[in-house]
């Protein structure tokens, strides 16, 4: 049997409380996911000269504060923050070289790409905000899945499949709607605040993953 609060309750002072919480809590996620997206740009934009071998170590201490948010979200919410806005900034010199490539090569790509990331992200966001399902379940499958795409990303590496590159990005579609409905769903039920750093990260890998799964797609398909 489900508990009324969990989406708002049938009224009176619990039920508002619930409401308010959820909203707080969405109105921040999305902000922390504004600002490391604009940290990403910023981060992209200044490390457009960087070589590859550089963005490998950008990478890595990308990685580790990511991990790091692990740790510090239930200890203190300004030091994850931090983190994030490392995180952010991190990503963006990371993958800078990549973007500026295809920004010299196949501009329209990178335009396609956003577009339908964004349209992606707002119809699969909007369906696990909205679903009452759990869907826990899917997440792991995802998970599980996730883990079997890096290995067939691996093979790709030294085996030559027909249209491999394809289906990698279509299976890594599949496999980050599940995951944004997932994040999506969180920012509905959960009712810690001090998540919302969090969430935001997770959000952000969401729609930074499509991004360049939809990257590769277009790019193969203009050629």
């Known amino acids: 049997m489900s508990n009324p609060a969990l989406y708002g309750g049938y009224g009176g002072y619990g039920g508002v409380t619930t409401q308010y919480q959820t909203r707080t809590l969405f109105s921040q996620t999305m902000g922390f996911v504004a600002l490391t997206s604009a940290l990403f740009a910023a981060g992209a934009y200044v490390g457009r000269h960087l070589n590859y071998s550089l963005g490998i170590v950008w990478f890595i201490a990308a990685i580790v504060c990511l991990i790091a948010m692990r740790f510090t979200v239930s200890r203190s919410q300004q030091a994850t923050v931090g983190l994030l806005v490392a995180f952010g900034l991190l990503i963006g010199l990371a993958l800078a070289p990549t973007l500026a490539y295809y920004a010299n090569t196949n501009p329209q790509a990178l335009a396609e790409s956003g577009g339908a990331t964004a349209l992606f992200i707002a119809g699969f966001g909007a369906a696990g905000y909205a679903t009452r399902r759990d869907l826990s379940a899917i997440a792991r499958i995802c998970f599980f899945a996730l883990i079997a ?75």
């Open 149 to 223: 795409l890096i290995i067939f990303g691996i093979v790709l590496v030294f085996v030559n499949i027909p249209h491999g590159e394809v289906i990698y990005s279509v299976i890594g579609l599949v496999i980050f709607a599940g995951f944004t409905m997932f994040d999506f769903q969180r920012l509905r039920t959960s009712k810690n605040i001090s998540s919302a750093p969090l969430l935001a990260a997770s959000i952000f890998l969401d729609v930074l993953n499509v991004f360049l799964f939809f990257l590769r797609i277009f790019t193969r398909s203009s050629r």
